[in-house]
């Protein structure tokens, strides 16, 4: 389904929702200047759209116990189908990765990857290297989390 067009009142209500998905519709209605059914009418459009994919709590790692976060730099010599759907395959079958990404340039992919601690990181490791062969493995291990944004930048340039 192609997207719908964003317009800046659009942009506005998708601001609101990303800071607090919980706010009355009444109260985002008021912030972005418009009124109750227009706002949820473009919501509900833009759901339906699959712009708003989806509405979700953000749990602070800590408090569940995940301590450590690792990211692995993965770079492979097999570039074919096969490999990387048993690839794919890997890193959606280990509920610890929580992004991955395929780059451009000398790292073929990037893992994010929240456990406990570097012993449950280690288990980690060799299980995803029984599931699927990797030329060479580099984990960096984040010492502080200085910025992690869920929010994308909606909000309408000043000309909108």
Not at 41 to 59: F, L, P
Not at 92 to 104: C, G, M, T, Y
Request: charged share 30%; net charge negative.
């Amino acid at each position: 389904m192609p997207k719908p067009d964003i317009d800046a009142l659009d942009r506005r209500i998708l601001h609101e929702l990303q800071i607090d998905a919980t706010t009355p519709l009444e109260e985002i209605a008021r912030r972005v200047g418009s009124s109750k059914t227009p706002v949820w009418n473009r919501i509900r459009r833009m759901r339906d759209a699959g712009v708003i994919e989806r509405q979700v709590a953000i749990v602070s790692p800590e408090a569940v116990g995940l301590h450590a976060c690792f990211f692995v730099l993965v770079r492979t010599s097999l570039h074919s189908a096969d490999w990387l759907e048993r690839f794919v395959t890997a890193v959606n079958r280990h509920p610890e990765i929580q992004a991955a990404h395929r780059l451009a340039g000398d790292i073929d992919y990037i893992l994010q990857v929240r456990v406990p601690d570097a012993r449950a990181f280690d288990a980690f490791y060799r299980r995803l290297i029984e599931d699927v062969e990797i030329f060479n493995v580099t984990s960096l291990m984040s010492m502080e989390e200085i910025r992690n944004e869920t929010a994308l930048t909606v909000l309408p340039s000043p000309s909108e």
